[in-house]
């Protein structure tokens, strides 16, 4: 199986701050890299697929880039709504693996 | 609007069964890949597998394929997941997800809101 190393585990961050979310997979993964958003209430919903491809309706403040084993969600300026967990998730091969998250939490 | 609502959760003793369903609504179900995700309490998301659109391809997580059958029924816009031998490390909140698969992309791009499976004595 592909491992996903996400960092950091949690972050600390203020409104209106950048931010930046690492994914490292154990071996390469040809760019097959969603990232998602879970709030606090579970809703779980997707915002990045195919390493940089915007899901429709999600703010152009996200963005993601990466290639090989090296990944990153980027949140341009952090919004109330964005303090939540994010998970990295590889589609290389199955089984599907996801990152172990990180919690965004207002600082 | 898409809707996928799961159902059959609750508390189950250790080593019975259990099945969940997933009324999908709002889409061409039969046009679609369907999964299951679960989350153990306070931990990440853990993928347990994946159907294509008329069952002939169903991929699991190895560690589960004994344990867990995904199936569908077109008629009824339904996805289920069987489960058998539960033990305590079975304890989690299940999910369905759409599956948005193409040549280049696969993710879950709408999930239902979970069911909360418990396994105990």
């Known amino acids: 199986d592909i491992q996903m190393t996400q960092t950091p585990s949690s972050m600390p961050a203020s409104l209106g701050e950048r931010v930046t979310i690492s994914c490292r997979a154990s071996q390469g993964i040809s760019n097959y890299l969603n990232w998602y958003q879970q709030k606090p209430d579970g809703t779980i919903k997707p915002l990045i697929y195919?390493?940089?491809n915007l899901q429709s309706g999600v703010p152009s403040r996200f963005s993601g880039s990466g290639s090989g084993t090296d990944y990153s969600l980027t949140i341009s300026s952090l919004e109330p709504e964005d303090f939540a967990m994010y998970y990295c998730?590889?589609?290389?091969?199955?089984?599907?693996?996801f990152g172990s998250g990180t919690k965004l939490e207002i600082k | 609007e898409v809707k996928l609502v799961e159902s059959g959760g609750g508390l189950v003793q250790p080593g019975r069964s259990l099945k969940l369903s997933c009324a999908a609504s709002g889409f061409s179900f039969n046009d679609y890949w369907m999964g299951w995700v679960r989350q153990a309490p306070g931990k990440g998301l853990e993928w347990i597998g994946e159907?294509?659109?008329?069952?002939?391809?169903?991929n699991y997580t190895p560690s589960l394929k004994d344990k867990f059958t995904i199936s569908r029924d077109n008629a009824q816009n339904t996805l289920y997941l069987q489960m058998s031998k539960l033990g305590s490390e079975d304890t989690a909140i299940y999910y369905c997800?759409?599956?948005?698969?193409?040549?280049?992309?696969?993710?879950?791009?709408?999930w239902g809101q979970g069911v909360m499976v418990t396994v105990s004595s």
């Open positions: 997800a759409r599956d948005c698969t193409t040549v280049v992309t696969d993710y879950f791009d709408y």
């Open positions: 195919y390493t940089s």
């Open positions: 998730q590889q589609y290389d091969s199955s089984p599907l693996t």
């Open positions: 159907i294509n659109q008329d069952s002939s391809t169903i």
